[in-house]
């Protein structure tokens, strides 16, 4: 088996989700590449939850529609699923909750009464997931000392009864196939999540402030949990308006200080968004896409704030926007973005989604560009301090509070050098002038970084477009087909230069989108170029490889 | 007195006879003697939030934040989380604070972060020329309630009270020498404090002959007592024809927000270890 996927479901509250990371743990250290894609709906408990794992020798990040394995935890699971079979599938169930109904003969099943089994061992409800491993891990031929390895580094509570009940489903199922080992490094498992705010940490974050929200949410708690160990203030105030203004505070004082929230938090923040514009005041912004208008599918992903991102605030003014497509990605632009705010004293956006932030990946930092805290321009306390001295580039020195002798003015009033209000003509066409000078410079350092790359067969003349978590997708459904891939990272400034050779050599674009509008398609022709096929999604859920290439297929006869 | 020079060379266009000028003028004075009593002027930062009160960061020659409406305290709680040592006084209008901003405000007290509050308490919008506020009385005739307004004012220092404020006090731009007091023992409270200054607007809501007819100084009270505190705040509930008192309600000792916070700061050497030891768990 080189690459196949098991589906674990069950009701909210089953623990699926530790499920998942106990499989995908299991099969990483294998030496497979693992993806994780969790799909959950809002709400604590009840309703459907499940996780695909999809293992496989190349790195992955996207999942296929059939399944290899399917481990129902309750009936649904089953009923939902039931179409992933395939004939060589193997499906596990809860003997004590879930019938068959309609199940091809050439499925091979494997029921366990789990229910009963639970009540024997005096086991939680939680547990049941414990006991349904342990069946898949002996179905499958993995070591039962594998699964004792991972359960004692996933569980930190109730370790011996997950243990119990993990070795009677084994014992319960009989060895149907087996998964051998691989023999390559196995690479860290990490949410979207984890590798943004390990990029932000490692350009330097001081501050982390958010209000929780899906997708984001995690960051916050994983940046909560690892604050003292790295020094780093985390806050959740009252709303994201607090947010972004407590973030202003300390990017005044010089904090280095990013935010986590999805559309409905960076409505509430765009005023402060074009306040940071207007006093050059540096804060990163992650915002974790999910369907709307409104509330829509909270728990679900999309590519819809594209053009919210590139407008959202009063005013005209220069921002840094960019769209990491995998974890590496994720890591190095997170640093970036930290860094590019610093040194041209402007708004980033770290546009993710659900699907990249909350999906689990591998993550292979020796891979990624060597990345340095960089240290923004400081005023050299020669001449008296103005905080928006007019210069070439338009960047102008910083000073912090407190510096002796040294008035220390911002202001979201059009204002002078020096940070006094002004309404003067001359003055304030002069200033904002100032302000939007900083992008070209921005543009032209960004020449240095790879802000659009380029995949699969780079000789053919059709080419995918994507950008964000369908880079994985992409990838993978071009390398089947033989067609190019094209994803720009950076999103503003745009990268003309880089997209144009890029380019070079495709005849026919085909933009792959999960919006119903085509938003990257709409910003390309403001640069002039045009997109020949759309493939667009927007029921919230990630195009599966098989389903993307089958639509390929209808335009590329 | 101060010999410091605190002004800055921006023209000064509030209307003559503005309430604004005598808290202007009393922070100038506090300014300039805790100065001398030896606070530094570059560890203090003023900030405001947008309407006429605002413009008073563009005249006094300190570090200063000129918020957006309704959202100086925010910023003023992160300016103080980022540096304790520094003195933020922050100036809102009671539009700006007790309307737009108010959810902000209610949290500050409720965190007792250790910031001063000084409200600009015109109880009329000034620059968008005369619309009713949270503290107008009931009936009042402004723009955009021509035949009176249907809703009762709020009481801002009750709000305060129960929302966790740590100081309150209430002046008038009639009197300078209390503003000072209020001002200096405000700004030293350690912990969230509050005054709110009945500052007249010449303009669109002249009250100076409203409130001298009605204000009086504390006395006897003890700013310690909860229920005396109360029961003073509610003497006059911004609507009625009652005595108003001037001076300090309420002062507590309490552990304030940002004492709570550990300094950060990982080497970045440090920093490095850390996430390859993340990333080892990880496998």
């Known amino acids: 088996m080189n690459d196949f996927s098991i589906l674990i479901g069950g009701k909210a509250g089953f623990g699926i989700d530790k499920s998942g990371a106990v499989i995908g743990g299991l099969l990483n250290r294998l030496g497979l590449a693992v993806y994780i894609y969790r799909d959950y709906p809002s709400i604590i408990r009840g309703g459907h939850t499940f996780s695909i794992i999809r293992a496989s020798k190349e790195r992955i990040a996207s999942h296929r529609n059939k399944a290899d394995f399917i481990l129902a935890l309750n009936q649904d699971t089953f009923n939902l699923h039931k179409d992933r079979l395939k004939e060589s599938s193997v499906i596990i169930y809860d003997s004590d909750s879930v019938k068959l109904e309609g199940l091809s003969d050439k499925v091979r099943s494997i029921g366990v009464p789990i229910a009963k089994i639970i009540k024997e061992e005096g086991a939680g409800e939680i547990m049941r997931n414990s006991c349904i491993i342990g069946a898949f891990v002996k179905a ?418 | 007195m101060s010999q410091i020079n605190l002004g800055t060379c921006a023209p000064n266009t509030w209307c003559p006879g503005c309430g604004n000028f005598a808290i202007l003028n009393a922070v100038k004075a506090v300014l300039g003697e805790l100065n001398a009593e030896g606070l530094p002027l570059e560890n203090i930062v003023l900030v405001s939030g947008i309407g006429c009160h605002a413009k008073i960061v563009d005249y006094v020659n300190v570090n200063s934040f000129y918020s957006i409406h309704g959202r100086a305290t925010p910023a003023a709680e992160g300016i103080k989380l980022a540096d304790p040592k520094v003195k933020v006084i922050v100036f809102a209008g009671d539009g700006d604070a007790y309307g737009e901003g108010i959810e902000h405000l209610i949290f500050a007290a409720k965190r007792n972060i250790d910031i001063t509050m000084i409200i600009h308490n015109n109880r009329v919008y000034g620059l968008t020329t005369g619309q009713y506020t949270p503290t107008s009385p009931l009936g009042f005739k402004g723009r955009s309630t021509p035949a009176g307004t249907i809703e009762p004012p709020l009481n801002p220092l009750e709000v305060m009270l129960a929302s966790g404020a740590t100081f309150l006090g209430r002046g008038t731009s009639h009197g300078i020498d209390l503003l000072k007091k209020l001002f200096k023992e405000a700004i030293k409270h350690k912990g969230f404090s509050l005054v709110d200054v009945l500052q007249v607007c010449v303009t669109y809501y002249n009250m100076y002959e409203y409130y001298d007819k009605r204000v009086y100084g504390l006395k006897d009270h003890n700013p310690q007592d909860y229920v005396q505190a109360l029961s003073k705040i509610r003497e006059w509930d911004y609507n009625s024809d009652s005595p108003i008192a001037l001076g300090a309600f309420y002062k507590k000792e309490a552990p304030s927000f940002e004492e709570k916070f550990s300094e950060p700061g990982t080497p970045a050497q440090d920093r490095d270890t850390k996430i390859n030891d993340f990333l080892k768990g990880k496998i």
């Not at chain 1, 390895?149 to 009989?174: M, V």
């Not at chain 1, 605030?313 to 990491?324: H, L, N, S, T």
């Not at chain 1, 999906?359 to 340095?372: A, E, L, Q, T, Y």
């Not at chain 1, 085909?510 to 997109?531: D, H, M, P, Y």
Request: with cysteine; hydrophobic share 40%; aromatic share 8%.
């Open chain 1, 140 to 557: 499958a031929g993995i070591k039962w000392e594998l699964l004792e390895d991972i359960f004692r580094k996933e569980f930190t509570k109730e370790i011996q009864l997950n243990l119990n009940s993990g070795r009677r489903g084994y014992d319960e199922a009989k060895e149907l196939t087996k998964i051998e080992a691989v023999s390559q490094e196995s690479l860290p498992l990490v949410s979207g999540n984890q590798a943004v705010a390990l990029g932000l940490v490692k350009a330097g974050l001081n501050t982390y402030i958010s209000y929780p929200m899906t997708p984001t949410s995690p960051i916050l708690h994983y940046l909560a949990e690892i604050a003292d160990d790295f020094g780093l203030k985390v806050i959740h105030p009252e709303s994201e308006i607090g947010v972004i203004l407590m973030a202003l505070g300390f990017s005044y004082m010089g904090k280095k200080v990013a935010m986590g929230t999805s559309g409905g938090g960076f409505c509430l923040m765009t005023e402060g968004l074009s306040f940071s514009g207007m006093s050059e005041l540096p804060i990163v912004i992650v915002m974790g896409q999910r369907p709307g208008p409104s509330t829509g599918l909270p728990t679900y992903s999309t590519q819809t704030e594209l053009h919210f991102v590139l407008s959202a605030g009063q005013g005209e003014f220069c921002r840094f926007i960019v769209a990491p497509g995998d974890t590496e990605e994720a890591y190095f632009w997170s640093a970036q973005a930290l860094n590019l705010s610093w040194k041209y004293q402007i708004p980033s956006i770290i546009l993710t989604d659900k699907n990249l932030g909350e999906g689990i990946f591998n993550f292979d930092i020796n891979s990624v560009p060597d990345i340095k805290e960089e240290a923004p321009l400081l005023w050299d306390r020669k001449s008296p301090y103005k905080r928006y001295l007019n210069t070439e580039n338009g960047v102008s020195p910083l000073a912090f509070v407190p510096e002796k002798e040294t008035i220390i003015k911002v202001n979201s009033y059009e204002h002078d050098e020096s940070g006094i209000t002004t309404e003067e003509p001359v003055l304030s066409a002069l200033m904002l002038e100032k302000r939007l000078r900083k992008e070209k410079h921005l543009q032209e350092e960004l020449e240095k970084f790879n802000t659009v790359k380029t995949y699969g067969n780079k000789d053919c003349q059709i080419a995918l477009l994507c950008w964000g978590s369908n880079k994985g997708v992409c990838v993978e459904a071009a390398q089947g087909l033989g067609l190019k891939v094209i994803q720009p990272l950076v999103l503003s400034p745009f990268p003309e230069k880089q997209f144009q050779e890029a380019l070079k050599g495709v005849k026919k674009l085909i933009c792959v989108e999960n919006n119903a509008t085509g938003q990257l398609s709409r910003l390309l022709k403001i640069s002039g170029f045009n997109v020949n096929e759309q493939i667009l999604k927007y029921d919230g859920r990630p195009f599966s490889v098989d389903e993307l290439e089958e639509r390929i297929r209808g335009m590329v006869k």
